[in-house]
């Protein structure tokens, strides 16, 4: 199993305009306009393909967005390559859309979007900040920053986006007596989430975390409360009962549900077949072509259970593992502020622009093949 590591803790130094972050959060071508134009439906998925070198790209200047964490801003940091931002995503049999911020924008118009999960949750909503004020630098914006979330209003058109932080989806309680309880079967802030329009959820990583990192004391399911347990075994429960909350609370006539899949890490070179290489520092190309050699990580299977044993599908997978897995050169590695080493998130501008890409396409598309 790959090396999991996550920094979503440390803050130091952080920019003044996610200073108060620090408490929580330690706890298709170039001009193309639609998804899909002279290709059977039935040819493409968005979701396989591969990568390629487009001088088009970077769909924006990441040295003007204001939303950056240290964590991601790989060029403030000095990664030496750039050649990482001009890679376009191609999907097998159709062109994936380019995103259009203004249209965004114009469509989701007094609408809220909601990330919810660990750092790749971060990641993801900070790459959508950049895109939509790309679109339009001079529209005014304000920042609401909460224990739990933080949110970033563009005023001109009433467009929120929230980031809100939970690593397991279900609930942490502090039990008396007992300690820190993560609690598999229970989700409170479920009526906070389906207050917005568009849900994108994102969970595993936590699951792993063990000792001093790991964030309870003791895990309780069906009322039993444990030690410790099968930590996979943890997360198939954890996102049933995710699963369940979403069948039962959300109106799907107002409110889009996506999931978030897995997200590649690169700390092992024979992963890649380059058993040479230890980890993703120095890494400057994509793997090339559409597999990769070491197959897929553990929770891929169990979210595609989890969402077809769903009695409805209205969950939408945002299944982005296969494109992550290609890009090796598209992490932060040393190039961060916060003096760590990181082949688990992503520098940006640069693949989490790609997530929001997809987003995009299944959110406006003009193929029966991606209505939703």
């Known amino acids: 199993m790959a090396k999991v590591v996550e920094r979503f803790g440390h803050f130091l130094n952080i920019t003044p305009i996610f200073v108060v972050m620090i408490v929580s959060f330690c706890l298709l071508e170039a001009n193309a306009h639609e998804v899909v134009t002279n290709i059977s439906r039935k040819s493409c998925d968005l979701f396989e393909g591969s990568w390629i070198f487009d001088n088009s790209y970077p769909l924006y200047n990441s040295t003007t967005c204001p939303f950056i964490r240290k964590e991601f801003d790989c060029i403030k940091y000095g990664k030496p390559n750039l050649d990482y931002l001009k890679y376009r995503w191609q999907p097998k049999g159709c062109v994936l859309s380019r995103f259009d911020g203004k249209k965004f924008m114009k469509r989701y118009k007094g609408k809220k979007i909601m990330y919810i999960g660990d750092s790749l949750s971060l990641n993801n909503f900070e790459s959508l900040l950049c895109l939509l004020h790309a ?75 063990a000792d001093s990192k790991q964030q309870w004391d003791f895990v309780e399911n069906n009322g039993t409360i444990f030690k410790d347990m099968n930590r996979i075994e943890a997360f198939g429960i954890g996102l049933n009962t995710w699963a369940k909350w979403v069948e039962r609370d959300i109106d799907t006539k107002k409110t889009k549900v996506f999931y978030q899949g897995a997200s590649a890490t690169h700390y092992h070179g024979s992963e890649w077949g380059k058993p040479e290489v230890k980890n993703c520092f120095n890494e400057t190309r994509p793997v090339r072509g559409s597999t990769y050699p070491s197959g897929l990580p553990i929770p891929v299977n169990i979210v595609k259970q989890v969402l077809k044993n769903m009695s409805k599908p209205i969950v939408n997978l945002l299944d982005i593992t296969k494109l992550t897995q290609l890009r090796k050169d598209g992490h932060p590695s040393i190039y961060n502020g916060i003096h760590g080493f990181d082949c688990t998130h992503w520098c940006i501008g640069g693949v989490p622009d790609t997530w929001n890409n997809i987003l995009y396409a299944l959110l406006f598309p003009i193929s029966p093949k991606h209505s939703i």
């Open 135 to 209: 679109a339009l630098p001079k529209s005014k914006f304000k920042q609401q920053i909460n224990k739990d979330f933080v949110s970033v209003t563009f005023e001109d058109y009433g467009v929120e986006v929230i980031l809100f932080h939970s690593n397991y989806l279900v609930d942490i309680e502090v039990v008396p007596n007992v300690g820190r309880v993560l609690k598999l079967n229970s989700i409170k802030n479920g009526e906070i989430w389906k207050q917005a329009d568009v849900l994108i959820f994102n969970t595993w990583l936590w699951y792993l975390r």
